[in-house]
């Protein structure tokens, strides 16, 4: 299957404008399950580069003596507290699940309740998917169009050893397709791939290669996934514009200095790069999940 280069112009055509009679229920409404004693920095991470891509309103799950780390970092993020009964995710316009989340018993259950109760697109990252290395049955319950961002590794964890890269990207095509999912495979020239269609990125850089660049990759999916863009169309702005924000950061950093909080600051002139907002179309019906079907209050 060929795959097609991620272009400046062919983003563009993606990206909407916002109405200037706009408010956050406008936007959606976030959430991201992340973060456990020790690897809070992913949930702060994921959350600010969520919030710099233009999401409404954010709500981040963590656990109770995490808490404070999340409301001092991230004042402009409400707060779910792991501890209590998730049971109602009918304010949430997308999830994102896994950054720091840990793999115990305890986050297996929580991935496998999500799962037998949430039925619209997840994106899932980091330690979730090494869950469902663990337990491979999960995979039999993940919603449709749900988008996977594994790195290599992560990847031959989940699917199988693969000798390089190209074998990778063929397993991505066929699982994909199998699961009715997208496969976001991470690494030089990201792939992303939804079994029918597979995409190759024209921007990053060697400076990404750090922990919490996939974290901050992970909210930006989730932010566009909220604001109703399609999954397809939500895992290549996410993809893009991560690897564009990089190239734009490096400009004042080294690749070896480049930080992930770099990468987010650089956020604002990414979007800015794409297109005049003039440019954009105000609508993208055939690449949105459409409103009228989706009755999820946000708020």
Do not use: W
Request: charged share 25%; hydrophobic share 40%.
């Amino acid at each position: 299957m060929e795959s097609i280069q991620l272009t400046k112009e062919y983003i563009a055509t993606l990206l909407n404008v916002r109405s200037e009679n706009s408010h956050k229920g406008m936007y959606g409404h976030a959430l991201l399950i992340a973060g456990n004693q020790c690897k809070m920095g992913a949930a702060v991470i994921a959350g600010k580069a969520c919030l710099r891509s233009g999401v409404g309103l954010l709500t981040i799950n963590v656990p109770y003596e995490e808490r404070l780390i999340v409301q001092t970092a991230i004042p402009e993020a409400m707060l779910q507290l792991r501890e209590e009964s998730i049971t109602d995710f009918s304010r949430f316009s997308a999830i994102g699940i896994g950054p720091g989340l840990g793999i115990s018993e305890k986050e297996e259950k929580l991935l496998g309740h999500i799962l037998s109760v949430y039925k619209e697109p997840i994106v899932f990252d980091a330690d979730a998917l090494t869950v469902f290395s663990n337990k491979p049955y999960f995979l039999m319950d993940v919603p449709v169009e749900s988008i996977f961002t594994p790195h290599p590794k992560e990847f031959d964890r989940l699917f199988g050893e693969h000798k390089d890269q190209d074998a990778r990207k063929l397993t991505a095509i066929t699982k994909a397709k199998e699961y009715r999912i997208i496969i976001v495979l991470k690494g030089h020239e990201t792939f992303i791939t939804n079994g029918e269609e597979s995409f190759i990125n024209t921007t990053g850089n060697a400076g990404l290669a750090k922990g919490g660049s996939g974290d901050a990759l992970t909210g930006m999916i989730t932010a566009f996934l909220a604001q109703r863009y399609h999954p397809f169309t939500a895992a290549k702005l996410g993809v893009y514009l991560h690897g564009l924000a990089a190239d734009i950061a490096v400009e004042k950093q080294s690749e070896e200095s480049l930080l992930i909080s770099d990468v987010i600051e650089a956020l604002g002139e990414a979007f800015r790069r794409i297109t005049n907002p003039a440019e954009r179309r105000v609508t993208n019906t055939a690449e949105r999940r459409s409103e009228e079907g989706d009755k999820r209050n946000i708020i």
